[in-house]
């Protein structure tokens, strides 16, 4: 079936033998076209089915109530949670929500974000994907005056507003529970270190380590363990150590620590008490898993409400003198069966 052809002015204008720009007047009901024109305009827009282009209206008007997002999986539960909390609010003030997925890949993360340049957005909010590299992509957002803030993953180096979690301190505090419990060896899955957030959880777990007074061995620190088989690739490789560790925290997301728990659960190793497991971001299946997975709860739906409101209350009067600031916002440890020895 042939796709019929969108109706524009142009159409209007020559089925009326009127000139594109009186048509154009008419619909917006200007001063300048007569009454009985402007009733002829919309009745033969009306017949012809003719839908106005809010996006080149809003241009004209120099004003595009669209946002881009940029993140590196839509199918992870928080960055999903974040984009149903952005929506929650830029819905409720007329604004549009463009998503884009890196995919964790750089050149991906250009691509998007010069889409959503093309695409006049007033706002993109970006959390950086894990594959690193030039951000001028960014810089040229900021260039173009379009409003950019940073979420959970950032550049320090530009100078944006950034919503962030406290990710050293809810790491620290996931490893003294683990200490709490009675755990000795306590092993870390970590993420790519030229990420911001996986070098502050590395952070928290070293902190805590030397605040319990034990020592901090590099055979129980897993690099780029940040997926479900690199997290079980690690594990297998911790407990072929001949002191094997008695708890591992996921410290790259609960996809790692359920790596650790199917390695466990087919080598017979009973979860919590021989092994302790605490992953990082509360996603939905940590609640139904044998045993229930501890994790880390980052607030990622009233982060998306922070990060939307942030726009509108901050930024959206495009006032260029306002101070670029950090919002720091405070996870929560989960406390389940995988590390309650007690």
Same mark, same amino acid.
């Given at each position: 079936?042939?796709?019929? /052809?969108?109706?524009?002015?142009?159409? *209007?204008? @020559?089925?009326?033998? !009127?000139? =594109?720009?009186? +048509?154009?007047?008419?619909?917006?009901?200007?001063?300048?076209?007569?009454?009985?024109?402007?009733?002829?305009?919309?009745?033969?827009?009306?017949?012809?089915?003719?839908?106005?282009?809010?996006?080149?209206?809003?241009?004209?008007?120099?004003?595009?109530?669209?946002?881009?997002?940029?993140?590196?999986?839509?199918?992870?539960?928080?960055?999903?949670?974040?984009?149903?909390?952005?929506?929650?609010?830029?819905? /409720?003030?007329?604004?549009?929500?463009? *998503?884009? @997925?890196?995919?964790? !890949?750089? =050149?991906?993360? +250009?691509?998007?974000?010069?889409?959503?340049?093309?695409?006049?957005?007033?706002?993109?909010?970006?959390?950086?994907?894990?594959?690193?590299?030039?951000?001028?992509?960014?810089?040229?957002?900021?260039?173009?005056?379009?409003?950019?803030?940073?979420?959970?993953?950032?550049?320090?180096?530009?100078?944006?507003?950034?919503?962030?979690?406290?990710?050293?301190?809810?790491?620290?505090?996931?490893?003294?529970?683990?200490?709490?419990?009675?755990?000795?060896? *306590?092993?870390l899955l970590e993420g790519p270190q030229?990420?911001?957030?996986?070098?502050?959880?590395?952070?928290?777990?070293?902190?805590?380590?030397?605040?319990?007074?034990?020592?901090?061995?590099?055979?129980?620190?897993?690099?780029?363990?940040?997926?479900?088989?690199?997290?079980?690739?690690?594990?297998?490789?911790?407990?072929?150590?001949?002191?094997?560790?008695?708890?591992?925290?996921?410290?790259?997301?609960?996809?790692?620590?359920?790596?650790?728990?199917?390695?466990?659960?087919?080598?017979?190793?009973?979860?919590?008490?021989?092994?302790?497991?605490?992953?990082?971001?509360?996603?939905?299946?940590?609640?139904?898993?044998?045993?229930?997975?501890?994790?880390?709860?980052?607030?990622?739906?009233?982060?998306?409400?922070?990060?939307?409101?942030?726009?509108?209350?901050?930024?959206?009067?495009?006032?260029?003198g306002v101070e670029p600031k950090i919002v720091?916002?405070?996870?929560?440890?989960?406390?389940?069966?995988?590390?309650?020895?007690?």
């Amino acid at each position: 079936m042939k796709r019929q /052809k969108r109706t524009t002015i142009y159409d *209007i204008a @020559q089925k009326l033998n !009127l000139a =594109a720009s009186s +048509v154009s007047r008419a619909l917006s009901n200007s001063s300048k076209v007569n009454a009985a024109t402007k009733a002829l305009v919309l009745k033969t827009a009306a017949e012809m089915n003719y839908q106005q282009n809010a996006m080149a209206s809003n241009l004209r008007k120099g004003n595009n109530p669209t946002i881009g997002v940029v993140v590196p999986r839509i199918n992870q539960n928080f960055f999903s949670n974040i984009i149903a909390g952005l929506e929650e609010v830029t819905y /409720k003030k007329g604004y549009n929500l463009i *998503i884009c @997925q890196s995919n964790e !890949l750089h =050149a991906r993360e +250009v691509d998007c974000v010069n889409a959503l340049i093309n695409q006049h957005v007033s706002c993109i909010i970006i959390s950086i994907a894990a594959e690193t590299g030039s951000y001028q992509h960014l810089q040229q957002v900021l260039d173009r005056h379009i409003r950019l803030i940073q979420f959970d993953r950032v550049v320090d180096e530009l100078d944006t507003f950034k919503v962030i979690n406290d990710n050293e301190r809810a790491s620290q505090e996931a490893v003294l529970h683990l200490v709490a419990q009675g755990y000795k060896r *306590i092993a870390l899955l970590e993420g790519p270190q030229d990420i911001d957030i996986f070098r502050q959880r590395k952070e928290g777990y070293l902190s805590a380590i030397r605040k319990s007074g034990f020592p901090v061995l590099e055979e129980l620190m897993c690099e780029n363990a940040w997926t479900k088989e690199l997290g079980a690739k690690a594990t297998l490789e911790l407990l072929s150590l001949p002191d094997p560790p008695d708890a591992i925290f996921a410290s790259t997301s609960d996809f790692s620590a359920l790596g650790v728990l199917e390695v466990a659960t087919d080598k017979g190793i009973a979860v919590p008490e021989t092994l302790g497991i605490c992953g990082y971001s509360n996603e939905p299946f940590t609640e139904i898993t044998s045993p229930s997975i501890t994790t880390i709860d980052q607030y990622s739906i009233s982060m998306g409400k922070t990060i939307a409101n942030l726009y509108f209350q901050e930024m959206e009067a495009f006032d260029y003198g306002v101070e670029p600031k950090i919002v720091s916002i405070k996870p929560k440890l989960i406390v389940r069966k995988s590390t309650s020895r007690s």
